[in-house]
């Protein structure tokens, strides 16, 4: 049993959630605005306070910002409107616990609840024995801001990706999510899941691409003791570690016909069997897919079976381009700013008008992945409060880019001038990857094989 605040303006709101909160055991109180329900908690200790974010005259940002200040044992759980993500997000970086956007039912409401006071338990008893509460703190706020606070945008393709979230998160449907790489199809996949009843489950990922086929059957369906060399003991696969929660296949174009066939036997009859086994084991898993093809590609795949395509292409999301949503460049370059600021030791509030165009007539083929690389090596390389444009010296400038496409009066090497910009785009997947291999070559539309062979050709050590 918890004590709980709710501060909202909404007479019907206020009292049905309230009801709730009783039903389920819980001592509650309640305030029709910001300023009375800080004079509520000042009266009476709460150990969650919930409250509406658009109220006047006092919002429920500056109830948070007085609560964290009046009682920072307290969480705080903010109410928004659907299309206010960025407000949200504004909250959680002050200190909220979590949010829920409306509309919501009441079971997603009491998942969230729930979840909070199971951590505000576990930090208690983790204080108990001694445990520093600011690491239990530190991993709490990592945790949410992997789940909500990378989703960054309003333009209106961002907007359409989030209505989409609200709606499949209500679901318990089968997801593919389509997107290129870095634009961010985990995170989306995260959201689903901490939105979904599955919410308070676990999220497990695999990422098929980097697995062979035995390794990965290994990894998604367990094995058995001595079920091949080296499987010296029994292991639960992906699908039984993420039973009562939602199970996340990134690359899942990349799986082999047998495991295609395997995996299209477990959302058929949601029951799988380890490798080298024979017992049947039933499994409560919602799945979610990623792929950085297109539909129509994967359908037209031959080594992809069809059944299994139109199993998991249920409801589809797409994930536009950062190319094609340029508009939310400058909301991504404050929040990368901001979380990038005390691991490069900077300090950069902000980005100049000059440094911003240049960052926004870049096409960015690694995305949102590219520009928070950017805005790293940007930080490092910053001397003032502002990013400059010479703060960027490493992106190129598409009109340079353009001249230097073009054939000059006195003639060129072509052969020269293609390697040289090879030698460039290659250099560029390595950073982007981050020196792996694989994901360069996957930036890059080759085999791994014709990678090796060029960065050799071009003495490149990764």
Request: proline fraction near 3%; glycine fraction near 8%; aromatic fraction near 6%.
């Amino acid at each position: 049993m918890a004590e709980i605040l709710i501060i909202d303006d909404h007479d019907s709101m206020r009292e049905g959630l309230e009801l709730l909160l009783r039903r389920r055991g819980h001592r509650t109180s309640s305030a029709d605005g910001g300023k009375r329900g800080l004079e509520l908690l000042r009266e009476r200790a709460a150990d969650l306070v919930i409250t509406d974010l658009k109220m006047a005259p006092m919002d429920g940002i500056e109830v948070l910002r007085q609560v964290r200040q009046m009682a920072p044992e307290t969480d705080v759980l903010v109410i928004t409107a659907y299309g206010s993500i960025e407000r949200a997000v504004e909250a959680m970086k002050l200190g909220a616990a979590d949010f829920i956007t409306k509309p919501f039912s009441s079971e997603e409401f009491a998942v969230k609840v729930d979840r909070l006071l199971a951590d505000r338990t576990e930090r208690e008893r983790l204080r108990s024995e001694n445990v520093a509460l600011r690491v239990e703190n530190t991993y709490l706020r990592e945790e949410v801001e992997a789940r909500y606070g990378e989703i960054v945008g309003g333009s209106p393709a961002m907007e359409k990706v989030f209505r989409w979230i609200d709606r499949v998160a209500r679901s318990d449907s089968t997801v593919m999510i389509y997107g290129e790489s870095g634009t961010g199809k985990e995170l989306v996949a995260r959201a689903i899941h901490a939105r979904s009843a599955r919410g308070a489950g676990p999220f497990i990922r695999v990422n098929c691409g980097a697995l062979s086929e035995s390794l990965l059957d290994s990894e998604l369906f367990g094995h058995e003791k001595g079920a091949f060399t080296g499987a010296e003991r029994r292991r639960r696969g992906r699908f039984e570690l993420a039973h009562g929660g939602t199970l996340f296949l990134d690359e899942v174009s990349t799986i082999s016909q047998t495991t295609q066939v395997r995996l299209l036997r477990v959302l058929q009859e949601r029951e799988i069997e380890r490798v080298g086994g024979e017992e049947t084991i039933p499994v409560d898993v919602r799945i979610i897919t990623a792929t950085n093809t297109s539909a129509q590609q994967l359908l037209g795949n031959e080594n992809f079976r069809d059944d299994l395509f139109y199993r998991l292409h249920v409801v589809p999301i797409t994930l536009p381009a950062l190319r094609e949503r340029k508009e939310d460049i400058s909301l991504l370059v404050r929040h990368f700013v901001a979380k990038l600021r005390d691991r490069t030791g900077s300090r950069v509030t902000g980005i100049s008008d000059e440094a911003l165009e240049r960052l926004t007539v870049y096409d960015w083929p690694g995305n949102v992945r590219e520009l928070e690389n950017v805005i790293e090596r940007a930080l490092v390389l910053a001397d003032g409060g502002l990013i400059e444009e010479h703060d960027l010296p490493f992106l190129p400038h598409t009109e340079g880019a353009a001249a230097a496409a073009s054939v000059p009066v006195g003639g060129l090497d072509l052969n020269a001038a293609v390697e040289g910009l090879e030698e460039r785009l290659l250099r560029q997947a390595l950073a982007l990857a981050k020196g792996v291999k694989a994901e360069a070559a996957r930036l890059l539309g080759i085999k791994p094989s014709a990678l090796y062979y060029k960065l050799e050709k071009y003495g490149i050590e990764a």
